[in-house]
């Protein structure tokens, strides 16, 4: 693994089902960020978590959880998706010390609620 | 809370020179991002300001006017890969960006 990679890259998911989007990074970043990116609306922050064990809410998180249980995952669960969670999903990781902090995107995960 | 724009659409010849203005207002504020993302592709650094003042890295440079909340990117002779959406980002003192929609730049032969 070189980077931050997320699974699956796309998928078609039923209205009502669970689904978990992954997210792996492996250059030891404290933070890690989940992004939603519609069209018009740009990238929202939906969750992010400054260090392992603490997550803290965005912009959008309703409908959505996380977990930092150790450095290098980041899942995003919807619990029962809706039609209206249709996005593309991005994830992000950054060092979280002071100075530029650059967030690193992964790739990104499309996915449909029908 | 964060009120970020930039244009939507700018079009420019092969070898020109585009300018992207992003205005922002923001709660609080703790540095300007600006990132490339082409089609069906994540988003990718470009520059960063936090003081005021240009930044200039090879053809890309940025600039940044704390007291007007506004910035912008400029890119000199433009490639046809530099056809993409660049989205102006403002980090708030939590140390969280907010995006803009984007402006998707497309450059003609």
């Known amino acids: 693994i070189a980077g931050i990679t997320q699974a699956p890259t796309s998928q078609i998911l039923a209205a009502g089902r669970r689904m978990t989007l992954r997210c792996t990074q492996d250059?030891?970043?404290?933070?890690m960020y989940w992004y939603r990116q519609d069209l018009g609306l740009g990238l929202r922050l939906i969750h992010y978590?400054?260090?392992?064990?603490?997550?803290g809410k965005g912009e959008v998180p309703d409908g959505y959880s996380v977990s930092r249980a150790n450095t290098d995952d980041f899942p995003l669960t919807l619990a029962s998706a809706v039609p209206s969670q249709t996005s593309v999903y991005f994830c992000?990781?950054?060092?979280?010390?002071?100075?530029?902090?650059?967030?690193?995107f992964g790739p990104g995960t499309r996915l449909t609620v029908l | 809370g964060q009120n970020i724009d930039q244009p939507t659409e700018m079009t420019a010849t092969e070898g020109a020179i585009v300018q992207i203005n992003c205005t922002y207002q923001t709660s609080g504020f703790n540095g300007l991002f600006w990132y490339q993302q082409h089609a069906g592709e994540a988003p990718t650094f470009l520059s960063y300001?936090?003081?005021?003042g240009l930044e200039e890295k090879g053809r890309f440079s940025s600039f940044l006017s704390r007291s007007k909340g506004y910035s912008y990117l400029l890119l000199k002779e433009l490639q046809m890969k530099d056809s993409a959406s660049y989205l102006c980002a403002v980090r708030d003192n939590d140390y969280k960006l907010s995006f803009g929609a984007g402006t998707t730049v497309t450059v003609r032969a």
């Open positions: 992000a990781s950054s060092v979280a010390s002071g100075g530029p902090d650059t967030q690193y």
């Open positions: 978590s400054n260090t392992a064990g603490t997550t």
């Open positions: 250059m030891r970043h404290n933070a």
């Open positions: 300001n936090v003081l005021d």
